[in-house]
């Protein structure tokens, strides 16, 4: 999902700068204030880094026990919220706030490792198809059809019913399966990058294809290469999110923000909100707000908005 951030203003260039005796912004600064110029990707930011605190330390602090359900023995099943539970309890009697943030480790550190296998391996496999070409991109290409051609929960469902379900071998199923359409973007950018001036120059310089892929392709590619890095996060979020759902996520008594709202929808027409709403807004609005950092950070690469 790209969201349109607002027009950015353009910087002046260095003939500008070096005829009014300035110094040029260094780039990094110059990516910063165009980030944050996209208010909306700045707040996202702040709640993003709130959530993930919460997901990775609150765990690690609550006295209360999420895995033990011998440990709510006693404990009121399906109560709404209220003072000693904010978010009420679930229908195996644990605090729902507790066991947001402590499936909520589970959901981020799946969806970024996943995300990070998905950008690595697409980007790799694009670039080397799209500047190449010929019948390596050909043959590269009709692969990633043939992928494209089964869909693709069906594609990891049937890998998680062979092989079983364990966390490690969740996110290397995600990451490994996720790229097709990454490595499309790249190889389109591989594609024009190799027929502009300079990689033409350093070709008849003598650079090897290696060298100018390092040197010229990724650096000049980099701008969509972070932009779907964080897509790909999402999608690898909403994918674990997905499967937990349907009742592939982590197995029990560990837990993932999919398999909790497969949960809480049964106890839904109970008049239990607690046990989906809740959960649903925090998942809902870190999806939005990874989209809108990587809608901001498109603009922040971007090469033509830069000082030249």
């Known amino acids: 999902m790209t969201l349109t951030s607002e027009p950015v203003p353009v910087t002046p260039s260095t003939e500008e700068n070096a005829a009014s005796g300035r110094r040029p912004t260094p780039v990094w600064r110059q990516r910063l204030r165009i980030f944050r110029h996209n208010k909306l990707a700045v707040i996202s930011v702040g709640y993003l880094v709130v959530v993930t605190a919460a997901c990775f330390l609150i765990p690690h602090f609550d006295p209360g026990n ?100 364990s966390t490690t071998f969740l996110i290397i199923i995600i990451g490994v399966t996720g790229w097709f359409g990454n490595a499309r973007i790249i190889r389109g950018d591989a594609l024009l990058i190799r027929k502009l001036e300079y990689s033409q120059a350093a070709t008849s310089m003598g650079a090897s294809k290696w060298h100018i892929i390092r040197q010229h392709v990724f650096p000049n590619s980099i701008s969509n290469i972070v932009t779907v890095a964080t897509f790909s996060v999402a999608d690898a979020i909403l994918a674990l999110s997905a499967l937990g759902f349907l009742g592939l996520g982590i197995r029990a008594p560990q837990t993932d923000w999919g398999t909790m709202l497969q949960f809480g929808a049964d106890q839904l027409q109970n008049g239990f909100w607690w046990e989906v709403y809740p959960l649903g807004a925090i998942f809902i609005l870190v999806v939005v707000s990874i989209n809108y950092i990587g809608d901001a950070l498109r603009d922040a690469f971007e090469v033509r908005l830069l000082e030249r």
Do not use: C, K
């Not at 978010?87 to 706030?97: I, K, R, W």
């Not at 670039?127 to 019948?135: A, E, K, L, R």
């Open 66 to 165: 999420q895995t033990n359900q011998a440990a709510t023995f006693g404990l009121p099943w399906n109560a709404p919220p209220s003072a000693h539970h904010w978010l009420g309890t679930d229908s195996s009697g644990f605090d729902e706030l507790g066991r947001i943030w402590y499936g909520g480790e589970y959901s981020m550190t799946l969806g970024f490792l996943a995300g990070f296998i998905t950008i690595v391996v697409g980007t790799v496999y694009g670039m080397i198809s799209g500047f190449f070409g010929g019948v390596v991109d050909t043959v590269m290409m009709r692969i990633i059809d043939a992928m494209l051609s089964i869909p693709f929960y069906f594609l990891l469902i049937t890998l998680i019913t062979i092989f079983g379900r």
